[in-house]
Structures are given as structure tokens and as C-alpha cells.
């Protein structure tokens, strides 16, 4: 029997402990041994659960119990994550996460201390929360070269996005009822700004490229200032909107990382990726495209990757290697917010003589966006945008949007 530890009960460590006692019979057939939660550290007190006798406030009862051998980690945030994942695995206890600000910020490091123990450290959970991309990567798709990986990697975004799109629903009241479903970060900027998709994404990047790449050396931006006006542009031009976490190498072998809203055309798979589904394409040269598509946010599809990498762990006592990724430098990273795509723009107080910057354009017509003009540019990149966007306000006029178009 191994014994088990939760640090965390929120969201996911509930999710957790719901899953190993109600699938007991189960997991202990696919783990070849049963898993018993011995402890769960939290600071709140949580009477009247089959299981209430499991909690603890303190640390030490889990690090320094030699009987437990596998920690998942599930509280969330940096610290005091960080020195608690570090003490467990310098300990010799395997380590599990759904914690992706600790993987994209320590990931490198703390899969050496892991190596250096003989232990594993996996975090499935961090990325598309009940979607399984992380191990098919490094295990089933090993035999590949990987030239890029896009994806939808947060759920209240794109959830926010598909009730302004199908629904127009305002962003706020999208954001409220995305925070009651469970599905948002404990402080929803995280989402909104895009923080949550660029950790996945360096996780993903690190995974795909073998160096680990750094919030922030990735180029992100949020949703933040997406109107219903430019879902009805994107609509007119045969698009939706989508929150895109994106990584690609450039020709000198960096890896060009970007978080950011994107206009996707409708025969792009990731267009009909809806309300708080994921999906994360990833292209190798062998295979060719590959979409991993599914839940990726709330409790028990969190708590299922977590619980699985439990398994994973007691089924190889000795340490898990993989993943693994050698430690990088901002020198790994190309500047992905420069890169050329061709613009969606929509301003206000100019005509259509006034774009000769833009070069040849696609001028967008919408019911009621009466002075206003939004049309899709050639492939430009980030500098002749910089100048192009100036003449408009030099021509007197306003720039009221301006998102990329995926041409991936
Ligand atoms: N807030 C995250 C999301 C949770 O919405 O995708 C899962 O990482």
C-alpha cells in the first residue's frame, strides 16, 4: 500500500480526495497497489467528511512521515508551494501538481532535485487540466521533432468568449458566472490578462523544445479589451475570437512564445473549441498535426490528471524521469511579439484613403459600426503595425482594436 498526501483542499484537492476514495477499487488495480490518503494539509478545518481525521495544519506531518512516499501539490501559487515541493522531493517523495506558476517559474529545477532523489515530479494537471497532453508528448509522440504548438489553454477565458460570441453576454457577467462554476484562478486577472495560458504554454514550449522558457520572456496579452463590436467583425470575416497560447522555433533554433487574442477562421479545428473546453495542437514532424481536446478547468477533470500522475508515480517507485528539460536563458527565447501575422484593425475617424500604410486591406462591414472602419491586413510584422497604426492617429483618427489573425 502506498500512503498518500493533499496539500490543499480546495477546488482540486477536494477533487482529489473524492476520486482516490470513491475509485479506490480501481486506482488500486491500475497502481498495483492501493493508494490511502494519510494526510491533507490545509489551514481551514473541514468537519464532517468521511475523511475529516486526515487533516493537518502543519507541514511537518507530511514531510517528515517517512511512510509517505507520494505528495500532489494542489494549493496553488508560488510560495510556500515552492519550498514545499522542494523539502518533499529533497525527502524522497515523489511529487504531483496541477500548480502551472510553480512548473513554468521552478519546472527545470525542480525536476533535477527530483532526478538527484530518484523520485518523480509530474504535473499533467498544469496544463489542460483533464486533457492528457503532457505525457503523450514526452511518451507517445517521443519519436518526433516538434515545429510548433498552438492551443485554447484557459477555460474562463475562451468560456467568456463563447458567451459573448453565441450569446453576447457582457464580459463581466461572463467573468461572474465563470468564477461560480469554479472554473477561474483565485484572482481571475491571472486569466483575463492571459497570465494562466502563458505558464501553459512555457510548460508546453519547455516540454516541446527542451529548454525552459519563462513567463517572462513570452509576449502575452489578455482579453480584456475584446468588444462585442470586434466578435461581429470577426463573425463578418468568417472568424471567432480565441484567447491562443502559441510557440514555434525560429531558424536560429529559439523558440518564439506568445499568449493572445487571435482571430481563427471557422475551418480551423480550434474555432469550435467552445465554453471551457481546451484544445492544444501539436504539430511533429512525423505525425504531422495532433489535437488533444477536453475539459481544462474544474474540479474532478483537474483532479483526474492529478490522481492519474499519482498512480504513475506508485507505479514506478524509483523515479519518473520524464518530463525533463534543461534549464534556459532569456537567449533561448526569440521576441514572438514582433512576429508577422496579418492584423485585424478597427478604428474610428478616418477613411479608407487614410490606410495606405496598411497596404493592400480587406475592408469588414457591420450593421451599426456607423464611423467606425475595421478591415484585415496583409501579414505584417510588430514594427510596420507600430507605424501603420500611427498614421491613423497622425490622420486624426482613433485605433479602437487591433488582434492578430492565426495564420497557423
Ligand atoms: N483558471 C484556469 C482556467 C484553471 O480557466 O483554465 C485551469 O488551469
Given at each position: 500500500?502506498?500512503k498518500?498526501?493533499?496539500?490543499?483542499?480546495?477546488?482540486?484537492?477536494s477533487?482529489?480526495?473524492e476520486?482516490?476514495?470513491?475509485?479506490a477499487?480501481?486506482?488500486?488495480?491500475?497502481?498495483?497497489?492501493?493508494?490511502?490518503?494519510k494526510r491533507?494539509?490545509?489551514?481551514?478545518?473541514?468537519p464532517g467528511?468521511?475523511?475529516?481525521d486526515?487533516f493537518t495544519?502543519?507541514?511537518?506531518?507530511?514531510?517528515?512521515?517517512p511512510?509517505?512516499t507520494?505528495v500532489?501539490?494542489v494549493?496553488?501559487?508560488?510560495?510556500?508551494a515552492y519550498?514545499?515541493?522542494?523539502?518533499?522531493l529533497?525527502a524522497?517523495k515523489?511529487?504531483?501538481?496541477?500548480?502551472?506558476?510553480?512548473?513554468?517559474m521552478?519546472?527545470?529545477?525542480?525536476?533535477?532535485l527530483?532526478?538527484?532523489?530518484?523520485?518523480?515530479?509530474?504535473?499533467?494537471?498544469?496544463?489542460?487540466?483533464?486533457i492528457p497532453?503532457?505525457?503523450?508528448?514526452?511518451?507517445?509522440?517521443a519519436?518526433?521533432?516538434?515545429?510548433?504548438?498552438?492551443?485554447?489553454?484557459?477555460?474562463?477565458?475562451?468560456?467568456?468568449?463563447?458567451?459573448?460570441?453565441?450569446?453576447?453576454?457582457s464580459f463581466?457577467?461572463?467573468?461572474k458566472?465563470?468564477?461560480?462554476l469554479?472554473y477561474?484562478?483565485r484572482n481571475?486577472?491571472?486569466?483575463?490578462?492571459?497570465?494562466?495560458?502563458?505558464?501553459?504554454?512555457?510548460?508546453?514550449?519547455?516540454?516541446a523544445?527542451?529548454?525552459?522558457?519563462?513567463?517572462?520572456?513570452?509576449?502575452?496579452?489578455?482579453?480584456t479589451?475584446?468588444?462585442?463590436?470586434?466578435?461581429?467583425?470577426?463573425?463578418?470575416?468568417?472568424?471567432?475570437?480565441?484567447?491562443?497560447?502559441?510557440?514555434e522555433?525560429?531558424?536560429?533554433?529559439r523558440?518564439?512564445?506568445?499568449?493572445?487574442?487571435?482571430?481563427v477562421?471557422?475551418?480551423?479545428?480550434?474555432s469550435?473549441?467552445?465554453d471551457?473546453?481546451?484544445?492544444?495542437?501539436?504539430?511533429?514532424?512525423?505525425?504531422?498535426?495532433?489535437?488533444?481536446?477536453?475539459k481544462?478547468?474544474?474540479?474532478?477533470?483537474?483532479?483526474?490528471?492529478?490522481?492519474?500522475?499519482?498512480?504513475?508515480?506508485?507505479?514506478?517507485?524509483?523515479?519518473?524521469i520524464?518530463p525533463?528539460?534543461?534549464?534556459?536563458?532569456?537567449?533561448?527565447?526569440?521576441d514572438?511579439?514582433?512576429?508577422?501575422?496579418?492584423?485585424y484593425v478597427?478604428?474610428?475617424?478616418?477613411?479608407?484613403d487614410?490606410?495606405?500604410?496598411?497596404?493592400d486591406v480587406t475592408?469588414?462591414?457591420?450593421?451599426?459600426?456607423?464611423?467606425?472602419?475595421?478591415?484585415?491586413t496583409?501579414s505584417?510584422d510588430?514594427?510596420?503595425?507600430?507605424?501603420?497604426?500611427?498614421?491613423v492617429?497622425a490622420?486624426g483618427g482613433h485605433?479602437?482594436?487591433?488582434?492578430?489573425?492565426?495564420?497557423?
Open positions: 500500500m502506498a498518500v498526501a493533499i496539500m490543499g483542499h480546495g477546488v482540486v484537492g477533487g482529489a480526495a476520486l482516490l476514495i470513491d475509485h477499487a480501481t486506482i488500486e488495480k491500475r497502481a498495483n497497489e492501493q493508494l490511502e490518503v491533507i494539509l490545509d489551514l481551514r478545518s473541514f467528511l468521511s475523511y475529516s486526515k495544519t502543519n507541514f511537518e506531518d507530511i514531510v517528515s512521515d511512510e509517505i507520494i500532489a501539490e494549493m496553488g501559487g508560488l510560495h510556500p519550498e514545499f515541493v522542494s523539502r518533499c529533497a524522497g515523489s511529487v504531483v501538481t496541477s500548480n502551472k506558476e510553480l512548473v513554468a521552478k519546472g527545470a529545477e525542480l525536476l533535477a527530483a532526478k538527484a532523489h530518484g523520485v518523480s515530479f509530474l504535473f499533467e494537471a498544469s496544463v489542460g487540466g483533464g497532453v503532457l505525457h503523450p508528448m514526452t511518451q507517445c509522440l519519436a518526433n521533432s516538434f515545429s510548433q504548438i498552438s492551443g485554447i489553454l484557459n477555460g474562463t477565458t475562451n468560456f467568456i468568449l463563447t458567451k459573448m460570441i453565441r450569446e453576447q453576454m463581466d457577467d461572463a467573468l458566472l465563470a468564477q461560480q469554479g477561474a484562478e481571475p486577472a491571472a486569466d483575463v490578462e492571459g497570465l494562466d495560458a502563458c505558464r501553459k504554454i512555457c510548460i508546453l514550449a519547455s516540454i523544445f527542451g529548454k525552459h522558457i519563462y513567463p517572462d520572456s513570452v509576449h502575452t496579452e489578455g482579453i479589451k475584446i468588444t462585442l463590436a470586434d466578435v461581429d467583425y470577426a463573425a463578418d470575416y468568417g472568424c471567432v475570437i480565441k484567447l491562443l497560447g502559441h510557440a522555433q525560429t531558424a536560429d533554433g523558440t518564439a512564445a506568445l499568449v493572445a487574442p487571435f482571430l477562421r471557422r475551418d480551423n479545428p480550434l469550435v473549441v467552445d471551457v473546453f481546451n484544445a492544444i495542437m501539436v504539430t511533429g514532424d512525423a505525425t504531422g498535426d495532433v489535437l488533444f481536446y477536453g481544462g478547468a474544474g474540479k474532478l477533470p483537474t483532479a483526474s490528471a492529478v490522481v492519474s500522475d499519482m498512480i504513475e508515480c506508485a507505479k514506478h517507485p524509483g523515479g519518473m520524464y525533463a528539460w534543461e534549464d534556459g536563458t532569456a537567449a533561448d527565447a526569440a514572438a511579439g514582433k512576429q508577422a501575422f496579418p492584423r478597427r478604428c474610428a475617424g478616418v477613411s479608407a487614410d490606410l495606405k500604410a496598411f497596404g475592408v469588414l462591414h457591420r450593421d451599426g459600426g456607423a464611423g467606425e472602419l475595421a478591415f484585415v496583409a505584417m510588430g514594427d510596420t503595425l507600430e507605424t501603420a497604426l500611427a498614421s492617429v490622420a485605433v479602437l482594436g487591433c488582434i492578430r489573425v492565426a495564420a497557423f
